[in-house]
């Protein structure tokens, strides 16, 4: 019997949406246990955000004076056109919060380290929906858990 083709498994993706906490922030997601996710009005994060899929996470960047990668949400659903959208073009998506990260990643942090000068966030940092590389994903992660573990042997010493 001839073997079967499996269909190529597509990895999911990670994003960053970026929000000003003064509008809405994932405290606010927190408490409200989910949101639409709307209000994206530039062409290449209106882009991103239509490539969403349900069950990606995406980082939450407070933007405004925090400038920190602060929690990480799920998208609950496909995207679809924006409530109280404007335009046409406009679309919006369901989102849940997963959970808060050990310590917010500051903007000025990740300038600094070289790994992430080709990232969308410190190379277009105007965009409030961006694609994060897995492995940029897994070093962001590493970072915010990293402070913490440094402090807690500190204290242990």
Known sequence: MAER??????????WLLAT??????????????ETVWDGVTE???????????PGE?????HTGTEMAIVGIARFTSDTYPAP????TEEVAVDVVPERRLPRPIRLAEIEDLPEFQDFDLVTDPELSVMEVPPEV?????????AALA????EDQE
Not at 20 to 33: A, G, I, K, N, Q
Not at 84 to 87: A, D, K, P, V, W
């Open 57 to 61: 996470e995406a980082l939450i960047f």
């Open 20 to 33: 000003d906490p003064d509008e809405y922030s994932f405290s606010d997601l927190e408490r409200d246990t």
């Open 5 to 14: 083709v499996k269909p190529e498994q597509v990895a999911a993706n990670y």
């Open 84 to 87: 109280r959208g404007e335009s």
């Open 150 to 153: 440094y402090s807690t042997q």
């Open 43 to 53: 062409y290449s994060s209106l882009k991103n955000l239509r490539d969403v899929e």
């Open 137 to 145: 994903w897994n070093r962001l992660l590493e970072l915010s858990e």
